[in-house]
T-cell receptor, first 114, second 113 residues
C-alpha cells in the first residue's frame, strides 16, 4: 500500500517569512495529493490539492508543487501570518475505481513567531 | 445544509462496552469513510463505503464494524471497546471517491478506560 512521509514534524518561522513542508510518497499509481490544515480541536480542512497532470498549483499565499519522478510534493506558504499556525497534513491516493481512502503523513506543526 | 455531522462529540467507555458512533451527511455523497487520529499520527483509514450497501476495510479495521443502509448515514460500531481504541474519530464524505475533495465531520473524541 501507499506510504507517505512528511517533514519536518515541527516548523517555526517568523511572521512574514515563508514556510515549506515536504512529503514523499511510495505508490507511483497515486495521482491526487491534498493538503489539510487542522487547528487545535477542529476538523481537518482542505486548503489546496494537486493532481498528477499538473506540476504546480497556487492559491493566493499557498502553493503546492509536485515532482512525479521523485515522488515528492511540497506545500509553500508565503508571507506567513499568525492565523497560519496549525498542524498541516499531506495525503495521497489515486482517483479512480478501487481507491480506498487517503493515506496521510504524520503532520507538521507550524508555529508562526510574532 | 449541515454538511457532515457526527454524534456524540465526546464519549467515555469502559473496556468491553459497545457503542455506535454516528455519521450523517446531507450532500448526497456516494463515498463515506471513517478515520482515527492518534497523537503524533496522521489520520488512518478504518472503513469506507462507495455507496449504500457497499463497505470495505481500510488500514486499521480490527475491532470496528460498519454498515451503509442509506446514502446519508454511515455508523461505526465498536463491539467490545479496548483502551487502544481511545482516539479521535473523523467521518468524511465526498461525491465520488477518495480522489475527490473530502469533507470531514467535527469528530468524536473517545476515551476507553
Amino acid at each position: 500500500g501507499e506510504n507517505v512521509e512528511q517533514h519536518p514534524s515541527t516548523l517555526s518561522v517568523q511572521e512574514g517569512d515563508s514556510a515549506v513542508i515536504k512529503c514523499t510518497y511510495s505508490d507511483s499509481a497515486s495521482n491526487y495529493f491534498p493538503w489539510y490544515k487542522q487547528e487545535l480541536g477542529k476538523r481537518p480542512q482542505l486548503i489546496i490539492d494537486i493532481r498528477s497532470n499538473v506540476g504546480e498549483k497556487k492559491d493566493q499565499r499557498i502553493a503546492v508543487t509536485l515532482n512525479k519522478t521523485a515522488k515528492h510534493f511540497s506545500l509553500h506558504i508565503t508571507e506567513t501570518q499568525p492565523e497560519d499556525s496549525a498542524v498541516y497534513f499531506c495525503a495521497a491516493t489515486y482517483s479512480g475505481g478501487g481507491a480506498d481512502g487517503l493515506t496521510f503523513g504524520k503532520g507538521t506543526h507550524l508555529i508562526i513567531q510574532p | 445544509n449541515a454538511g457532515v455531522t457526527q454524534t456524540p462529540k465526546f464519549q467515555v467507555l469502559k473496556t468491553g462496552q459497545s457503542m455506535t458512533l454516528q455519521c450523517a451527511q446531507d450532500m448526497n455523497h456516494e463515498y463515506m469513510s471513517w478515520y482515527r487520529q492518534d497523537p503524533g499520527m496522521g489520520l488512518r483509514l478504518i472503513h469506507y463505503s462507495v455507496g449504500a450497501g457497499i463497505t470495505d476495510q481500510g488500514e486499521v479495521p480490527n475491532g470496528y464494524n460498519v454498515s451503509r443502509s442509506t446514502t446519508e448515514d454511515f455508523p461505526l460500531r465498536l463491539l467490545s471497546a479496548a483502551p487502544s481504541q481511545t482516539s479521535v474519530y473523523f467521518c468524511a464524505s465526498s461525491s465520488l471517491g477518495a480522489g475527490e475533495t473530502q469533507y470531514f465531520g467535527p469528530g468524536t473524541r473517545l476515551l476507553v478506560l
